[in-house]
């Protein structure tokens, strides 16, 4: 599968993490009211996501939306092991 390369990219230190679960407020992100965090990630899916990219080895890890509620949005790594909140703030 190839990325499309207007999937945003963020750096994993905004996150705070606790163990493989991460999280940020969407203003941390830099997102305004009503702006989209996740886009299609691949030119042959539908799947909706980013990716996140490691400040330490610089390896590049893609999350897939899996839900929204009111409270945020609900992300799952592509290797399932990594999971990851944005707060709506």
Same mark, same amino acid.
């Given at each position: 599968?190839? &990325?499309? !390369?207007?999937? *945003?990219?963020?750096?994993?230190? +905004?996150?705070? %993490?606790?163990?493989? *679960?991460?999280?940020? $407020?969407?203003?941390?992100?830099?997102?305004?009211?009503?702006?989209?965090? /996740? =886009?299609?990630? =691949?030119? $042959?899916?539908?799947?909706?996501?980013?990716?996140? +990219?490691?400040?330490?080895?610089? &390896?590049?890890?893609?999350? +897939?939306? !899996? &839900?929204? $509620?009111?409270?945020? %949005? =609900? =992300?799952?790594?592509?290797? *399932? *092991?990594? /999971?990851?909140?944005? %707060?709506? $703030?």
């Amino acid at each position: 599968m190839k &990325r499309f !390369t207007h999937a *945003k990219q963020y750096e994993a230190t +905004i996150f705070n %993490w606790k163990g493989t *679960k991460g999280s940020a $407020d969407a203003s941390e992100l830099g997102l305004k009211p009503g702006e989209v965090l /996740h =886009y299609t990630v =691949y030119n $042959d899916s539908c799947d909706e996501g980013f990716t996140l +990219i490691s400040s330490k080895t610089r &390896r590049e890890v893609d999350f +897939i939306h !899996t &839900r929204t $509620d009111s409270s945020g %949005w =609900y =992300y799952e790594s592509t290797c *399932k *092991k990594f /999971h990851l909140t944005v %707060w709506n $703030d």
